[in-house]
Nanobody
Framework: QVRLVESGGGLVQPGGSLRLSCAAS????????ITWFRQAPGKEREGVGC????????NYQDSLKGRFTISRDNSKNTVYLQMNSLKPEDTAVYYC??????????????WGQGTQVTVSS
C-alpha cells in the first residue's frame, strides 16, 4: 500500500519544540518533493513548507521562517519538520504530501491521517 504516515505530534507548551515525521510506505521518496501542510480548526488547509527532491527547502509563510525547518533522510525514507519556538497559533493537524515538485493543497489527491500538534500552557 502506497501511503505517507505523519507522526510526532503532541501537546507542547508555548516556546517548546516538536519534530514531525513523514514516512513513506510502499514507495521511495527519492525523486519526490514533500510539502507540509497544516489545518487549524475552522480554517483552510495551508502550506507550511516544502523540500525538493534535491533537498532544497523553503517556507511558505514569513511567520514560520527561522522557526520551522524541513529536512529529509532518504535512507530512512522520511522527511522531517522541526518546529521550534512554538506558538498557540501553530496548533493544527499537520499533513505531508508527495509530488514531483512543491505543491498546493488543492492539487493533493489523497491525504494521510495527519498528526495533531497542540501548543498550550
Amino acid at each position: 500500500q502506497v501511503r505517507l504516515v505523519e507522526s510526532g505530534g503532541g501537546l507542547v507548551q508555548p516556546g517548546g519544540s516538536l519534530r514531525l515525521s513523514c514516512a513513506a510506505s510502499g514507495f521511495s521518496l527519492d525523486g519526490y518533493a514533500i510539502t507540509w501542510f497544516r489545518q487549524a480548526p475552522g480554517k483552510e488547509r495551508e502550506g507550511v513548507g516544502c523540500i525538493s527532491s534535491g533537498g532544497g527547502a523553503g517556507n511558505y509563510q514569513d511567520s514560520l521562517k527561522g522557526r520551522f525547518t524541513i529536512s529529509r533522510d532518504n535512507s530512512k525514507n522520511t522527511v522531517y519538520l522541526q518546529m521550534n519556538s512554538l506558538k498557540p497559533e501553530d496548533t493544527a493537524v499537520y499533513y505531508c504530501a508527495a509530488d514531483y515538485s512543491c505543491t498546493i493543497a488543492q492539487l493533493v489527491r489523497s491525504w494521510g491521517q495527519g498528526t495533531q500538534v497542540t501548543v498550550s500552557s
